[in-house]
């Protein structure tokens, strides 16, 4: 099974800033996934991440609000760019291991003042 | 991609009640998963469902597949404090990935001593 690190675990952040999100995993993977969580909500797939290749972006989100980086088959970034308070979530990267199932980071729990 | 809705979305039973979380899909499923979320948390993987009637259990949880594919059930026995947290069912959101998932609305159990 796959080891996901995933920092900051959490952060406050002003208003029109960016924050990136990093996601390292113990293992090489093909694809690595980030999904949002709102407050008290379910998970929402951002985009797919995979190395050598742009992200895929599911609808409602947008590369200049999500730019991803996806260097290597072990390491992801997130940045949440010009925040505002409605991006205040959780987000979660995730990977897929030979089992049919998601390994998830331990998130980072972003507040936006 | 694939929808799922998953009910009741709150369930407060007492120590030692059973509780039972549904989700149902208009269309029928490739498979399905299941996953927890400790308060705090992030989501683990429970389980992977895949053929039509399928019953698993794994202790005092019970996961089934309905005989077309639609929809699926966890059942826990017994509820122990442990048990707190909430329940995610999650469908393929697109292609053959299994990490690329459309999540239920999560129900949030909460266990009474």
């Known amino acids: 099974s796959a080891v996901i690190s995933q920092k900051p675990s959490r952060d406050i952040c002003q208003r029109g800033t960016s924050l990136t999100i990093q996601c390292q995993v113990d293992?090489?993977?093909?694809?690595m996934f980030w999904y949002r969580q709102q407050p008290g909500q379910s998970l929402t797939l951002i985009a797919t991440a995979n190395q050598g290749s742009e992200a895929t972006y599911e609808s409602g989100f947008v590369i200049d609000k999500f730019p991803i980086s996806r260097p290597n088959l072990t390491f992801s970034t997130l940045t949440v760019s010009n925040m505002s308070p409605e991006d205040s979530s959780i987000y979660l990267c995730?990977?897929?291991?030979?089992?049919?199932?998601?390994?998830f980071g331990q998130g980072t729990r972003l507040t936006v003042v | 991609g694939q929808q799922v809705m998953q009910i009741p979305q709150y369930q407060h039973v007492q120590e030692g009640e059973d509780f039972t979380t549904y989700c149902n899909s208009s269309t029928t499923l490739s498979n399905i998963q299941w996953y927890k979320q400790r308060p705090g948390g992030h989501p683990v993987f429970l389980i992977q469902?895949?053929?039509?009637?399928e019953v698993k259990k794994q202790k005092r949880l019970t996961f089934q597949f309905g005989e077309a594919k639609k929809n699926s059930s966890l059942h826990i026995t017994a509820t122990q404090t442990t048990d707190v947290g909430t329940y995610f069912c999650a469908v393929n959101a697109g292609g053959t990935s299994y990490g690329k998932l459309t999540f239920g609305q999560g129900t949030i159990l909460t266990v009474h001593p």
């Open positions: 469902l895949v053929k039509s009637g």
């Open positions: 293992s090489q993977v093909t694809m």
């Open positions: 995730s990977v897929e291991d030979d089992e049919p199932e998601a390994f």
